[in-house]
């Protein structure tokens, strides 16, 4: 069986990178376009682990790990909206939600903190303005991304400085990682939509999609320490 020429990968490269929307034909800025796929796909998956780590620390399998990151309540708005609002909002490239997914996993390995619906949304605030700073030529100041997140300015610094310190100022993403993480979101939506067409034939349910947004996005205050 023959192998892929080098031209063959980075073709397949470039089709993998088109189809999340990490690159488009045109220029312009990122505020001005519809939200690539690349969200909602990262929005899956942070809502599942989500979801699998809260139904874990109610049947007390796991413990959970009490960090700055941590608010009293969660967000009224779901990880996919705010997801969506920072990328309006910050105009940061699409490839930042990749990058800021693969700071996360780092944070959660060095900390062994779980995600959970009280702290992944300063989590992503936190990496996603980080990662805006290390790959794209320009960026806001802490000030702006504050007030994208839904936090003060001296909260937000408090974050930035924690995130660092955790993840040991490793904010270096080689090429194979990134290609490496884009290819397993690339393969999340395939299963999620092989796993909808199956439950839909066996309990032959009708789909039901709701869209609805909240006009708040403003995250409850952090537990005190």
């Given at each position: 069986m023959g192998t892929l020429s080098t031209d063959d990968r980075v073709l397949d490269r470039d089709v993998l990178y088109l189809s999340l929307g990490l690159r488009e034909a045109g220029k312009g800025s990122s505020c001005n376009r519809s939200p690539p796929r690349v969200l909602a796909l990262v929005s899956s998956l942070l809502e599942r682990l989500v979801k699998k780590n809260e139904m874990l620390l109610e049947s007390n399998e796991i413990k959970d790990v009490i960090t700055v990151f941590h608010g009293l309540r969660a967000p009224p708005v779901s990880i996919q909206?705010?997801?969506?609002?920072?990328?309006?909002?910050?105009?940061?490239?699409?490839s930042c939600f990749v990058v800021a997914q693969i700071y996360l996993d780092r944070f959660v390995k060095q900390t062994n903190v779980h995600l959970t619906s009280?702290?992944?949304h300063r989590l992503l605030i936190t990496g996603i303005m980080l990662a805006a700073?290390?790959?794209d030529d320009a960026f806001f100041n802490n000030a702006y991304y504050?007030?994208?997140?839904?936090?003060?300015?001296?909260?937000?610094?408090?974050?930035?400085?924690?995130?660092l310190f955790s993840v040991d100022f490793r904010l270096q993403v080689n090429t194979t990682t990134f290609e490496r993480y884009c290819c397993n979101l690339d393969r999340l939506?395939?299963?999620?939509?092989?796993?909808?067409e199956r439950s839909i034939q066996a309990c032959r349910i009708k789909e039901t999609w709701s869209n609805n947004?909240?006009?708040?996005?403003?995250?409850?205050?952090?537990?005190?320490?």
């Open positions: 909206q705010y997801i969506e609002r920072i990328f309006k909002y910050s105009c940061c490239s699409p009280l702290n992944v700073k290390f790959v504050a007030k994208v997140g839904g936090i003060s300015t001296g909260e937000l610094n408090k974050l930035e400085m924690k995130f939506e395939a299963t999620d939509v092989l796993q909808i947004e909240d006009s708040t996005t403003t995250c409850a205050p952090a537990i005190a320490r």
